[in-house]
C-alpha cells in the first residue's frame, strides 16, 4: 500500500494496522482532539480500515485454494439431520 494523503506509512502488517486503529479509535472517543486532528484520524482509520478488509480479503481467498471442495457452509450441530 502506498502513501496515505497525511504522508503517514502503510501498516507493516494487519496486526500493526489494527494496533493503529484501535488507538486512533481510543483517542477519538476520549473526546479531547481538536476538530482538524479528529477529521484526520477519521481519514487514517478509513485507510486502515481498508487495508485490512484487502488483507482479510486475500486471506479468504487463500484459504478457500487450500481447502477446495472442503470447504461446506455451515450448520448449526443437528441441524437438518432430523
Known sequence: MSNNTNGAL??????GAMAE???LVSQMESGQMPLEASVAAY?????LVKYCAAQLE???SQVKVLEGDMLKPFS???EGDQ
Open 10 to 15: 502503510a501498516p507493516e502488517s494487519f496486526e
Open 21 to 23: 486503529l484501535a488507538q
Open 43 to 47: 481519514a487514517r482509520g478509513s485507510e
Open 58 to 60: 486475500k486471506v479468504e
Open 76 to 78: 448449526a450441530e443437528g
